[in-house]
């Protein structure tokens, strides 16, 4: 039996038997969460957001994420980014005409909910950094409905915002990341042909930049051409941040991270705007292998510049030897259209502002004749 005080006297006691109460088997993430309780209930420090904290401040973060997510899970939604969710909704339906779901105050009845909700908080707070916790928070933020005081207004009234939740808000609502949130999720609104990697450039052409993407950022060109191709590697349901959308175009993970912080801040048209227009530049983009391209400018710079010599002797005589680079780098540029400062003419090393400088005067002093024949002149043998 129970045995649990009635509250109508000392006597009267709850006469349940306990053994008629269905159970179900804790998950491993549930039992990996009490695990993380009890030694924050035993005064040890907690590890969260890759840092340690204390027992106190552990356990008051996790109440009060918990108590966000519930309050998210019963928006339009929730059910799409946790199985609990669906479970709670009756229970919050019963209890609205009662000043509503006071989660805060009264968390759900059954246990199973309850451990579930803490485990779904307890794997943020786990997460190795706050840019991990923030990614892995972006999709519930989004949840919030529309409100006069906004989506933080609304979400700040839903629970205590303690100085860990409050950073954790902030960076998962930047506007980078409600981006990256809108693109990973796509195939929600229908289907669409696949992204091709390989048939994204590191860089969209000037041409297609100035037919769509020109006044969709207070951004410089190069800045939003690179950003149009990591968004629309982004679109791949495999490249899930920033860092991996770099990676697969052939650039460094930071470049892609720094990228979209530089350009997401200074979005001047709707994240379905932006889709639209990155979409519509990748179809007036020349389809090719642009790695393959990249690649066989590489594999040039280890071979003898007979190519570059036969293309001087015919189209521009007098050009020393050494600009052997600059034509690399011109190739690199507006053939596989790649990023100027990963040009292999620089062999690993970051460009000087005066390489730049030299190569950008290189570039400036080609007439549309040397343009077209060095763009041709990558298809002759080396």
Known sequence: MCGNPLGAGPTRQCQHDLTTIPTAKATDEILATQARIDTALTGRSVTALG????????????????????????????????????DLRPEARRRTGDRGPRWGMRPPDPPVLRASALSTADSVLA????????????????????????PLGWLADR??????????????????????????????????????????????????????????????????????????ARLHPDITSWAAAAQALGMPSLMGTRCARACSATRLVTTQAWEDRIRAAMNDVRPRNYRATEAKIEH??????????????????????????????????????????????????????????????FEASLDERQRSNLAYALHKRA
């Open 51 to 86: 840092q340690p904290v204390g027992g106190a401040a552990y356990l008051a973060d996790l109440r009060h994420l918990t108590t966000l997510l519930l309050h998210l899970a019963t928006q339009p939604g929730g059910e799409q980014l946790a199985d609990w969710a669906g």
């Open 127 to 150: 997460a190795p950094d706050v840019n991990t916790a923030a990614a892995m928070l972006t999709p519930w933020t989004e949840l919030a409905p529309p409100t006069n005081d906004g």
């Open 159 to 232: 629970t205590v915002m303690t100085p860990t939740l409050s950073r954790l808000v902030l960076s998962a609502r930047a506007p980078h990341r409600r981006l990256s949130h809108h693109l990973d999720t796509h195939p929600t609104r229908g289907a669409r042909m696949p992204i091709n990697l390989v048939a994204v450039p590191q860089v969209i052409p000037h041409q297609q930049y100035a037919d769509h993407l020109v006044g969709a950022f207070d951004n410089g060109e190069e800045v939003v051409r690179q950003f149009a191709s990591l968004c629309l």
């Open 300 to 361: 040039r710079l280890h071979l003898t510049s007979r190519w570059f010599q036969e293309w001087v002797r015919h189209y521009r005589p007098g050009t020393h030897y050494t600009s052997v680079s600059h034509a690399l780098t011109w190739q690199w540029v507006h053939v596989a259209h790649a990023h100027l400062d990963l040009s292999p003419a620089w062999q690993g090393h970051r460009t000087s502002a005066k390489e730049r400088a030299r190569y950008r005067q």
